[in-house]
């Protein structure tokens, strides 16, 4: 059974740094897309990040320059580093493994607020 397991949430001050991980159970991870999302409450989700199979990188307008997404292939594992943290990015943040036929696998979802 696929698996994506996020972690590394919690709660951070304003200006803050937070590191979320997600560990997925997939064969042929190296080919997904990797995506992180999130949602506010009473928010629409929002895409927040993603990085394809070749390391390409795309970020929402929010957070571009202080968000960073990453991948590692030999563990499974994608990363999104936050930096500058706002309370605007108070959210869960999703992770999302998508394959090229479109197939998609979701993680359960991990708390970040950000507050002083």
């Known amino acids: 059974q696929v698996q994506l397991v996020e972690s590394g949430g919690g709660l951070v001050q304003p200006g803050g740094s937070l590191r979320l991980s997600c560990a997925a159970s997939?064969?042929?991870?190296?080919?997904?897309?990797m995506l992180w999302y999130r949602r506010a409450p009473g928010k629409r989700r929002e895409l927040v990040a993603a990085i394809t199979s070749g390391g390409t990188t795309d970020y929402g307008d929010s957070v571009k320059g202080r968000f960073t997404i990453s991948r590692d292939n030999r563990k499974n594992t994608a990363y999104l580093q936050m930096d500058s943290l706002k309370p605007e990015d108070t959210a869960v943040y999703y992770c999302?493994?998508?394959?090229?036929?479109?197939?998609?696998?979701w993680g359960q979802g991990t708390q970040v607020t950000v507050s002083s």
């Open positions: 997939l064969s042929m991870f190296s080919i997904y897309t």
């Open positions: 999302n493994a998508l394959y090229p036929t479109g197939n998609e696998y």
